[in-house]
Structures are given as structure tokens and as C-alpha cells.
């Protein structure tokens, strides 16, 4: 089983700075993190940014210049620093792992299809 749990959400105004961690454990050969979405209260989750083994990342166009993604493939653990913060922002976020690609034969055989997984969610409160 694959277990990630986020950390470092709480309550910021507006202009202030959050870094959020993701932290994977269990059976993690095969997965890798990925990414951090978003839900805001009555709004659909989105992709606010992720970054693949290299380190190229990509940003939702709102968080461009505010936020950086970053993660230590050795510890398995993926992060975002928030920068002048915005109420928008406010929302639950999410951390996001998958499968690696290429796969080997040995995670083909234990991933035969693609899978997400998911963290519960750390909330980010941003106050005027």
C-alpha cells in the first residue's frame, strides 16, 4: 500500500508565505509524487503545479511567480512554497502521486494499469 500525507497547512494573511510537505511511505518502488492540487469550497479540484524526476515543473497560470514545487527523490517527499498569498488560494490541497515512467517489469507487474494516488488534504486559509 501507498500512504501519502500532507503537512503545513493553517491560517496566513494575505501576503504571507505556507510551505506544504507531502510525505510517501509504504510500498513506493513504483510511485513516485508528483504533484499538489487544490479545492476550493463549491469549486472543482485543480492542478496547481508539478514537477517530473529532472526537476521540470509546471505552475497553474494564478500561482506562476508565488509558488515553487519541489522534491527529494530519496526521501520520496514532494513540496510547495507559497509566497504572497492571496485569499483565492484558500482551499484544501492535495498531494498527488503515480506510477513511474518507463516502468519495469516488476513494477509493470505490480501497476499492470495506471493508478493515482492521494493524500487526505492539509487546508490553506489565506485572510484579507
Known amino acids: 500500500q501507498v500512504r501519502l500525507v500532507e503537512s503545513g497547512g493553517g491560517l496566513v494573511q494575505a501576503g504571507g508565505s505556507l510551505r506544504l510537505s507531502c510525505a510517501a511511505s509504504?510500498?513506493?518502488?513504483?510511485?513516485?509524487?508528483r504533484g499538489w492540487y487544490r479545492q476550493a469550497p463549491g469549486k472543482e479540484r485543480e492542478l496547481v503545479a508539478d514537477i517530473d524526476s529532472s526537476g521540470s515543473a509546471k505552475y497553474e497560470d494564478s500561482v506562476k511567480g508565488r509558488f515553487t514545487v519541489s522534491r527529494d527523490n530519496a526521501l520520496n517527499m514532494l513540496y510547495l512554497q507559497m509566497n504572497s498569498l492571496k485569499p483565492e488560494d484558500t482551499a484544501v490541497y492535495y498531494c498527488q502521486a503515480a506510477v513511474d515512467e518507463p516502468r519495469s517489469s516488476f513494477c509493470k507487474a505490480q501497476y499492470p494499469y495506471a493508478m493515482d494516488y492521494w493524500g487526505k488534504g492539509t487546508l490553506v486559509t489565506v485572510s484579507s
Open positions: 509504504g510500498d513506493t518502488n513504483c510511485i513516485s509524487v
